[in-house]
């Protein structure tokens, strides 16, 4: 009998415990991700779509949150008013960005250390090739610089290097997409990892604006800088392209990777012969 009472009196305590609701894991920490927006001289109308789209995938995704700029004060170490934030704040920039934007040798060192020291990352896109081209440090961090579009917005041939990357494989291995493709200067494939390229064989190649004799146009390409990240792609003219959900997936995937989200390790390998 006594072994009953038992029995019953340890049931009521069984249920008390199965009843207890699990305790929910906590909340992983959401990255800070800066978007700049500016540019000096030709203003692309797809700049200001690229920034909510970029904000609704950190939103939607719960990956990061997003400070949406139009300037560089953000750009420095140094305390700013008020609640301002600064570089400190931040643990990836997007630069949707072009000409010579208001900078000072701290904001250049800040930016700089930001990568290499701090190993930040960097998503660079389209008109940042043609940002800061007086500045050597920057050039060399991006990858190359802008040395004219010699087909303009056209019916581009891209064919992808590396579909393992994030995001780049909702790619096919090649496609044909409606976009603004730079040709590249001071740009050394050897130094980077290019995912894209152009297709030179479907090119016009007597055209009077291609300088590059190696025929090798990169559409998109990533770099370890110091300890940093970098990511670069020329895609992403057309405003409408930032509706298109291979792009969102490929700047969402380089975004993660920047921020430290997306493990990848670059490496960089060069062909034998020209494309």
Known sequence: MQRWLTLFALIPMAAVCVAQPAVPAPNKPKKHLLVIGEEKGYRHESVSHA??????????????????????EPLTKKKLEYNAKNLNDFDAIV???????????ERNASLLQFVKEDGKGIVAVHSAAITWTKWPEWVDMVGGTFDE?????????????????PGMSAWPKEFVLTDEIYQQKLW???????????????????????HRADRDFAVTWVKQV????VFYSTLG????NWDDPRMQAMYKGAIEW????????????????SR
Do not use: C
């Not at 920034?51 to 560089?72: C, H, K, N, Q, Y």
């Not at 579009?149 to 990357?165: C, L, N, S």
């Not at 110091?226 to 990240?229: A, I, M, P």
């Open 51 to 72: 920034m909510a789209v970029i904000e609704r995938m950190g939103r939607e995704s719960g990956e990061w949150d997003t400070t949406l700029r139009t300037d560089t």
């Open 188 to 210: 050394d494939r050897s130094k980077v990892h290019v995912l894209m390229r152009l297709d030179a064989g479907k090119l016009d190649l007597a055209n009077q604006k291609v």
């Open 237 to 240: 003219h057309p405003v409408e």
């Open 149 to 165: 579009h010699p087909w303009g917005t056209f019916q581009a041939p891209i064919v992808v290097e590396d579909r393992t990357f």
């Open 95 to 105: 630069f949707y960005t072009g000409g010579t934007l208001e900078m000072d040798d």
């Open 226 to 229: 110091g300890r940093g990240r």
């Open 258 to 273: 920047a921020l430290g989200l997306a493990p990848y390790q670059v490496t960089i390998a060069v062909p034998q012969g």
